[in-house]
T-cell receptor, first 117, second 113 residues
Framework: AQKVTQAQTEISVVEKEDVTLDCVYE???????LFWYKQPPSGELVFLIRRNSFDEQNEISGRYSWNFQKSTSSFNFTITASQVVDSAVYFCALSDAGGTSYGKLTFGQGTILTVHP | DGGITQSPKYLFRKEGQNVTLSCEQN?????MYWYRQDPGQGLRLIYY???????QKGDIAEGYSVSREKKESFPLTVTSAQKNPTAFYLCASSIGLGIETQYFGPGTRLLVL
């Protein structure tokens, strides 16, 4: 069975601080995809990134970066120089490419990030 | 603009009443999904549809029903059998089923009177 764990329920930082959101996953499949979504106060989930299990290269997009480590089953998300607009709930999710879980996204519980001015 | 629309934004249900949540997409996506979100929890899958006239139960389908008569539309009915319907409901779509990225609508908040 698939499982995604986001151990940090809430994180509070001051603007311009760097912050890392942790994500640990479990799956029996060798082919899978990992996602991060942002949910601002408006409620809509905004897609941030999708990575497949064969690509362990870290990715950077502006102030956002992602560190994928298959050896520890982790896919952590770092925001550099955080801003108040980064305040949101962030979800990590997993999708298997086969088996009975095919087509289903399994979400973590989410991490509430609050960035104070 | 391409995207997913959900209506209404807020919906109130009386005891014993069925209510229908609308979800429309103009992204030409084949697959569509309904999720439920409760406070402090992640999203849980209610139903999904790979193609028109086909849909499958997700993890928490009891008390819900769906239809997929058109590619663009995937309405969700919350029936009176759903004893705890108060939640935030999110609709999503993707190019195909499986590992494709799912894109979400703005959500509908359902409250019980």
């Amino acid at each position: 069975a698939q499982k995604v764990t986001q151990a940090q329920t809430e994180i509070s930082v001051v603007e311009k601080e760097d912050v890392t959101l942790d994500c640990v996953y479990e799956t029996r499949d060798t082919t899978y995809y990992l996602f991060w979504y942002k949910q601002p106060p408006s409620g809509e989930l905004v897609f941030l990134i999708r990575r497949n299990s064969f690509d362990e290269q870290n990715e950077i997009s502006g102030r956002y970066s992602w560190n994928f480590q298959k050896s520890t089953s982790s896919f952590n998300f770092t925001i550099t120089a955080s801003q108040v607009v980064d305040s949101a709930v962030y979800f990590c999710a997993l999708s298997d490419a086969g088996g009975t879980s095919y087509g289903k996204l399994t979400f973590g519980q989410g991490t509430i990030l609050t960035v104070h001015p | 603009d391409g995207g997913i629309t959900q209506s209404p934004k807020y919906l109130f249900r009386k005891e014993g009443q069925n209510v229908t949540l609308s979800c429309e997409q103009n992204l030409n996506h084949d697959a569509m999904y309904w999720y439920r979100q409760d406070p402090g929890q992640g999203l849980r899958l209610i139903y999904y549809s790979q193609i028109v006239n086909d849909f499958q139960k997700g993890d928490i389908a009891e008390g819900y029903s769906v239809s997929r008569e058109k590619k663009e539309s995937f309405p969700l009915t919350v029936t009176s059998a759903q004893k705890n319907p108060t939640a935030f409901y999110l609709c999503a779509s993707s190019i195909g089923l499986g590992i494709e990225t799912q894109y979400f609508g703005p959500g509908t908040r359902l409250l019980v009177l």
